[in-house]
């Protein structure tokens, strides 16, 4: 049986694609914070790799501040801090990189698969974030910046991991959610070319793809799934 590590496993794409591999036949290891798994801690990173070896990897965590989140009052440029700016960091790009690094150091062959953003390579448009009651509230800088990032990771760990694991990268778009606002789900939808939001099933094909043999000659790539995100 195949067995594929899913971090983020209990997250809104994360609850989807383990039942999805579930029910292709593989065995599931699921990693989450909520599961009482912290990957910013590196010793519970090696420990959980030396202990769980896996033939793919899937990394689904990330820090992101949805558009619903009605935690958020601003992220405007001059008013974030740079404790927060540094916390994405922590998380999206420091702790991915221990992750990564730690599967490939624990399995001598297979795949991992990273998730960045359509923010990876545009910026959010200001206009979808903003409210009538909160007219300062954005997405925040630092999001888009280690989504970047993850792109670059992968490609940089792509070369030094091979020929043994392949390391590729998904930008999806917009992920639909019930709590986000008709009035960001039809602005964002003026943006993407199939005019409708991402569903979480609108993924699974790519990542079955680069979690099987049937992408065993791709490595180093980044798979835009967004829709046609800002082709209009």
């Known amino acids: 049986m195949k067995k594929i590590i899913i971090t983020g496993s209990e997250g809104l794409i994360g609850r989807e694609v ?11 290891a699921k990693c989450d914070i909520s599961l009482g798994h912290d990957l910013t801690n590196e010793k519970f990173v090696k420990k959980y790799f030396q202990e769980n070896k896996a033939s793919y990897l899937l990394n689904l965590f990330a820090l992101n501040d949805h558009a619903d989140d009605k935690s958020i009052t601003t992220n405007n440029i001059f008013d974030i801090s740079l404790e927060s700016f540094q916390k994405y ?5 420091v702790a991915l990189f221990s992750v990564c690094r730690q599967f490939a150091l624990n399995n001598n062959y297979g795949a ?9 390579s545009i910026s959010p448009d200001p206009q979808l974030y903003k409210t009538s009651s909160n007219p300062t509230k954005q997405k925040h800088i630092a999001y888009g910046v280690t989504k970047a990032g993850v792109e670059q990771l992968s490609r940089h760990l792509s070369t030094h991991f091979a020929p043994n694991i392949r390391v590729n990268c998904v930008a999806p778009g917009g ?5 986000q606002s008709e009035f960001f789900k039809k602005s964002f939808c003026k943006k993407v070319s199939l005019r409708r939001q991402q569903k979480v ?9 680069l979690c099987s043999e049937e992408s065993s000659y791709t490595t180093g790539a980044v798979f835009k799934i967004d829709g046609g995100y800002a082709q209009v």
């Open 18 to 28: 383990s039942t999805y591999f579930e029910e292709l036949g593989y065995e599931v």
């Open 89 to 93: 960091t922590e998380v999206n790009l």
């Open 112 to 120: 991992i698969t990273n998730v960045s953003s359509l923010y990876s």
């Open 175 to 179: 992920v639909v959610s019930p709590s």
């Open 201 to 209: 099933d609108d993924l699974f094909g790519i990542f079955k793809y």
